[in-house]
C-alpha cells in the first residue's frame, strides 16, 4: 500500500490550497482515509476524513467550514480543499487509511489508521 501527497506549498493568510492523496496497491474504493497534520513542536492532530462511499465526513473543529474533503474512487484519490488559510494551519499534511473496509462512519483516532503517507508541507505566512 502507498499513499502519495502533494500539493503542498506557500501561501498568504486567507488564501487556498488543494491537497491530493494517491492511493496504490488496495482496493482504495472499501476505504476510509483521513488527514492528519503535525506543526513544528506539536504533536499530530486529525484533520479530517472521508468514508469509503464518500457518504460520510468528519471535521476537525479548527478547520469546520474552512476546509472540505472528497475522494474520487475512479483516480484512487483524495482531495483537500483549504480554504481562508490561516497562519496556525501552518504544518505538514499526511493522508493515511483506515484499515476497517467498509466503515460507515470515520474516526479521529489516529490508532486505526495503519498505513500514512510521507507528507506535503503547508506554510501560511501572515
Known amino acids: 500500500v502507498q499513499l502519495v501527497e502533494s500539493g503542498g506549498g506557500l501561501v498568504q493568510a486567507g488564501g487556498s490550497l488543494r491537497l491530493s492523496c494517491a492511493a496504490s496497491g488496495l482496493t482504495f474504493s472499501t476505504y476510509t482515509i483521513g488527514w492528519f497534520r503535525q506543526a513544528p513542536g506539536k504533536e499530530r492532530e486529525f484533520v479530517t476524513t472521508i468514508t469509503w462511499s464518500g457518504r460520510n465526513t468528519l471535521y476537525a473543529d479548527s478547520i469546520k467550514g474552512r476546509f472540505t474533503i472528497s475522494r474520487d474512487n475512479a483516480k484512487n484519490t483524495i482531495y483537500l480543499q483549504m480554504n481562508s488559510l490561516r497562519p496556525e494551519d501552518t504544518a505538514v499534511y499526511y493522508c493515511?487509511?483506515?484499515?476497517?473496509?467498509?466503515?460507515?462512519?470515520?474516526?479521529?483516532?489516529?490508532?486505526?489508521?495503519?498505513?500514512w503517507g510521507q507528507g506535503t508541507q503547508v506554510t501560511v505566512s501572515s
Open positions: 493515511a487509511l483506515d484499515r476497517r473496509p467498509t466503515i460507515h462512519s470515520g474516526s479521529s483516532n489516529q490508532n486505526f489508521y495503519d498505513y
